[in-house]
């Protein structure tokens, strides 16, 4: 069993930057990939992107640019530096891993709101 929890979400102006962090229960280098999701209301979750244990990351077109993930091996964290943001990046953001197995874990979720 994998625990995420998030932490780092709040409320900023546009153009503004936060930093989302997700910790693990246990050694992060033993999961395929740790990855960010989110969610809008009224719209479903979608990516904002990925890590892998390589250190290979993916990232949803709408973010390229602005969003970086990072990993802390160490820490068993994984990262979510976001800059420039806009009021359409409000959500609720989440984490999510999948293990060797393929078995796939979220965390409870952290709300970001961005005001124009």
């Known amino acids: 069993q994998v625990q995420l929890v998030e932490s780092g979400g709040g409320l900023v102006q546009a153009g503004g930057s936060l930093r989302l962090s997700c910790a693990a229960s246990v050694r992060i280098f033993r999961l395929n990939r740790m990855g960010w999701y989110r969610q809008a209301p009224g719209k479903q979750r979608e990516v904002v992107g990925d890590?892998?244990?390589?250190?290979?990351?993916n990232y949803a077109d709408s973010v390229k640019g602005r969003f970086t993930i990072s990993r802390d091996n160490a820490k068993n964290t994984v990262y979510l530096q976001m800059n420039s943001l806009k009021p359409e990046d409000t959500a609720v953001y989440y984490c999510n891993a999948v293990n060797e197995r393929g078995f796939v874990y979220w965390g409870q979720g952290t709300q970001v709101t961005v005001s124009s």
């Open positions: 890590i892998t244990n390589g250190g290979s990351t």
